[in-house]
């Protein structure tokens, strides 16, 4: 599904932005939250205002999760195995809030690093996440 030039994009791109993960990733939740209200639902018990101690922590927690991805692109499954029973069994995360965060992690890419979100990237990076998606959603019932 990757090519290798895709996967060498992306693990040069990881490199980048992993120092600003608490940043990215609390921006993408909040544009979530903002742009998708209906998934507030699921974060009822933490304080999801905008510059609040959990979306920073919880976003950072995100962004190294989709890192992890980029590092284990061949063991995917595996690799987010835990995660993936905690989303379905645990947390009962419907599927269609997968494609909601994604964008929102890639609309808060192309913001940040505007230079390096060339249209190859964007795709790399749209396949990445889809694929972490779908390990994410599979256990789903
Ligand atoms: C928890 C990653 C999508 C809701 C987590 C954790 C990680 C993570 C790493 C922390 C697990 C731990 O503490 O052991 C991801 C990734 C996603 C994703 C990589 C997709 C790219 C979503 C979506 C929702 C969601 C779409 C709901 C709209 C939650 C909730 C928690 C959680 C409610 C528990 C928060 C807490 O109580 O601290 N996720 N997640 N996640 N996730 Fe996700």
Request: hydrophobic share 45%; with cysteine; glycine share 4%.
């Amino acid at each position: 599904m990757l090519s290798q030039e895709e996967k060498d994009l992306l693990v040069s791109i990881w490199e980048s932005i992993a120092p600003d993960a608490e940043e990215i990733g609390a921006e993408a939740l909040l544009r979530m939250f903002t742009c998708f209200p209906k998934t507030k639902t699921y974060f009822a018990h933490l304080d999801i205002s905008p510059g609040s101690a959990h979306l920073r922590t919880h976003g950072k927690k995100i962004i190294m999760a989709v890192g992890d991805g980029v590092k284990n692109i061949s063991t995917l499954a595996t690799t987010l195995a835990p995660l993936s029973l905690l989303h379905a069994y645990q947390l009962m995360i419907h599927p269609s809030n997968f494609k909601l965060l994604s964008h929102c992690i890639l609309v808060t890419l192309s913001c940040r690093r505007p230079q390096e979100f060339t249209p190859v990237a964007h795709g790399a990076w749209d396949k990445l996440l889809s694929a972490v998606s779908a390990v994410l959603a599979e256990k789903y019932r």
